[in-house]
């Protein structure tokens, strides 16, 4: 079984940063992705930023270039640093873990808000 802690977010204005921290326990596979969805009131969730242990990364068009996700494959830990928020940004974050074949677990969300 396999248990991601979140931390990180919160509120902030306009222009401002935030990083997110996404920490996997248990059985964890090496071929995984981590990586962050999003979800705005009202709104499906939608992917942010995910990364393959190879360090392959893919980001949404909307966060590129102000969001770098990262991960410390020895700690199992996912990272995402969102710079030069938005109020677009504002939504919960959750992270995930695709653990090859074995599924994807998704942690219990972060507030994230961004005020104009």
């Known amino acids: 079984q396999v248990q991601l802690v979140e931390s990180g977010g919160g509120s902030v204005q306009a222009g401002g940063s935030l990083r997110l921290s996404c920490a996997a326990s248990?059985?964890?596979?090496?071929?995984?992705?981590m990586g962050w969805y999003r979800q705005a009131p009202g709104s499906q969730r939608e992917l942010v930023a995910l990364?393959?242990?190879?360090?392959?990364?893919n980001y949404a068009w909307s966060v590129k270039g102000r969001f770098t996700i990262s991960r410390d494959n020895a700690k199992n830990t996912a990272y995402l640093q969102m710079n030069r928020l938005a109020p677009e940004d504002t939504g919960v974050y959750y992270c995930?873990?695709?653990?090859?074949?074995?599924?994807?677990?998704w942690g219990q969300g972060t507030q994230v808000t961004v005020s104009s």
């Open positions: 990364m393959e242990h190879t360090g392959f990364s």
């Open positions: 995930v873990l695709k653990n090859s074949d074995a599924g994807d677990t």
């Open positions: 248990g059985r964890i596979f090496a071929i995984n992705t």
